[in-house]
């Protein structure tokens, strides 16, 4: 029963999470930010409505009655969207960038590290299963 429970688990964050990648995906951080703040423009309620496995995080720590690991990915995910909140005020809308940031923003990414998240969340998800913290 927890086996197929996991697995379902696993398939539906999976498949959330290459949702996310797929509009938030781009060659530099400028890019991602571009394409959230488009978004964001629209309403903030959408821009947050764009994160489903933010909620995702949010059902897993209650159905788990609070497990230190979904606890833990619910944290991540909730960091992650306020760290690309704050960064599209300070980009788009104060118009606020060092050079630093800037040479940052601008800088290319690898194809790969849209993916990060995948190989980052999904043993979180196990270990709520098989942890019992």
Do not use: C
């Not at 197929?4 to 060659?27: C, G, R, S």
């Not at 005020?89 to 060092?98: A, G, R, T, Y």
């Amino acid at each position: 029963m927890i086996e197929d429970t996991l697995v379902n688990y696993l398939i539906l964050f999976i498949v959330l999470e290459l949702y996310e990648v797929q509009w938030q995906k781009a060659n530099t951080i400028i890019g991602m930010l571009a394409r959230m703040y488009s978004h964001y423009t629209k309403n903030i309620f959408v821009f947050l409505l764009m994160h489903p496995t933010f909620y995702f995080a949010i059902m897993l720590m209650i159905t788990s009655d609070y497990n230190t690991y979904a606890i833990a990915l619910f944290l991540i995910k909730g960091i992650d969207i306020a760290t690309k909140m704050i960064l599209l005020k300070k980009v788009f809308i104060d118009k606020e960038v060092s050079e630093e940031l800037t040479l940052a923003l601008l800088a290319p990414l690898n194809r790969a590290v849209a993916y990060i998240g995948l190989f980052v969340y999904p043993p979180l998800i196990y270990m709520v299963f098989r942890g019992g913290l």
